[in-house]
Every structure is written in structure tokens, then in C-alpha cells.
């Protein structure tokens, strides 16, 4: 079953803390991508990658980092750089990164106490 | 700078009627492809239709279908024989490759909620 995964489902993290989100696709897609999603808004670009070992930072990039070490898994850690970091992240994938549809994973939901 | 546009926050519809989504865009860009996406109560963001700029036939896609006017920037969706299962948020996109970022960029309006009652 190809698709893409995202994990945890629901995340908690202490004012101060790091958290990595993570993101696998097996869809053989090149391009992957995270979006962050606040309550009446659409979604906001955070971060993209192209191909492996190259990404770069999207409208809101500010407090967050990626890597892209393999093909299959773009991971986002929230620093504690972000100011409000509650909201819920969503990563996609497409197969050439050029007008080409994008696919979404089941979305993590972040929660700062 | 390209922005979508839609202007119904909230909808309702009783099941097996048609409901119209409405959505406007813009931009400067030619070549451009259109979304409509669908969040359900999961929140899995779920494609539901694509349209390319430069067909003039509107896509469709069971059920779904759209109405793709270019010169008026307009891409409103039709769900016929609404069903409790199309209860959901939905989201107009337009998509473009932006030099400036080199890739393609995906811009989302604010979306529409979808209540299908029974």
C-alpha cells in the first residue's frame, strides 16, 4: 500500500523543547514538503526539498528545521525558536516537485503545554 | 502576488442535493493548475479534483465536477447527489512554479465547510 505517513498522530511537548515530526512516503515521490494549519486559516508552507540533501525554507521557516537524508523521510523539528508552535503539521509529497499534484499524510497535531 | 479567494465560510446542504463551492484566484501566470482538496474530520487532506489552465474542458470526477472560468479567475466545484460522507472542510488551491522559490508552490484559501444533513 503506497502513501504516506506521518507520526506521532498527537504530540506534546513543554515550552522549551525540541520535537521532530516525523515523515515517510513509499511513493517514490522527489519533492516533499510541510505545511502548518491554523484554525480559519489554509495551509502555510514551512519547509520543501527537491531532491535528497537539498531543501529550502518555505514562507514561514522561521523556528523550524529539516533534513533530507534519505529519499523516503523529510522529518521537521520544531525548535524552541517557534513562538507558537500549536497547530497541525501536514507534509506532502509529488513525483517531480514541478506542477505536479501533491499528496498529503494524516497530519500531526502539536500541543505546547 | 497570487491569492485564492473563498468567500463562503460555511455551507449546508441536504443529502442527494447539489451544492456549489465557490472559489476566485489571482494571478499574472498562464500556465497554472487548480485544486480542490477535502479535510474530513480525520483531517487527512484528500485530493478530490485537478484542473489544468490550458484545457478548456472542465474536470470532473464522479460526483464531483468543476466550473473553470479563465478569464473571470473562477473555479467554483459542484457535488451532485450530496452524501453524509462529504461532510468536510473544503480547500481551493493554485499551483504555479515560482521562480523565486524554484518549485512549485501550492496556495490554499481559507476554506469552505461543508455540512451535508441527512
Known amino acids: 500500500d503506497g502513501g504516506i505517513t506521518q507520526s506521532p498522530k498527537y504530540l506534546f511537548r513543554k515550552e522549551g523543547q525540541n520535537v521532530t515530526l516525523s515523515c515517510e512516503q513509499n511513493l517514490n515521490h522527489d519533492a516533499m514538503y510541510w505545511y502548518r494549519q491554523d484554525p480559519g486559516q489554509g495551509l502555510r508552507l514551512i519547509y520543501y526539498s527537491q531532491i535528497v540533501n537539498d531543501f529550502q525554507k518555505g514562507d514561514i521557516a522561521e523556528g523550524y528545521s529539516v533534513s533530507r537524508e534519505k529519499k523516503e523521510s523529510f522529518p521537521l523539528t520544531v525548535t524552541s525558536a517557534q513562538k507558537n508552535p500549536t497547530a497541525f503539521y501536514l507534509c506532502a509529497s509529488s513525483q517531480r516537485g514541478y506542477t505536479d499534484t501533491q499528496y498529503f499524510g494524516p497530519g500531526t497535531r502539536l500541543t505546547v503545554l | 502576488a497570487q491569492t485564492v479567494t473563498q468567500s463562503q465560510p460555511e455551507m449546508s446542504v441536504q443529502e442527494a442535493e447539489t451544492v456549489t463551492l465557490s472559489c476566485t484566484y489571482d494571478?499574472?501566470?498562464?500556465?497554472?493548475?487548480l485544486f480542490w482538496y477535502k479535510q474530513p474530520p480525520s483531517r487527512q487532506m484528500i485530493l478530490v479534483i485537478r484542473?489544468?489552465?490550458?484545457?478548456?474542458q472542465n474536470a470532473t470526477e464522479n460526483r464531483f465536477s468543476v466550473n473553470f472560468q479563465k478569464a473571470a479567475k473562477s473555479f467554483s466545484l459542484k457535488i451532485s447527489d450530496s452524501q453524509l460522507g462529504d461532510t468536510a472542510m473544503y480547500f481551493c488551491a493554485f499551483m504555479t512554479f515560482l521562480r523565486s522559490y524554484n518549485t512549485d508552490k501550492l496556495i490554499f484559501g481559507t476554506g469552505t465547510r461543508l455540512q451535508v444533513f441527512p
Open positions: 484542473q489544468e489552465a490550458y484545457k478548456q
Open positions: 494571478t499574472s501566470e498562464n500556465n497554472y493548475y
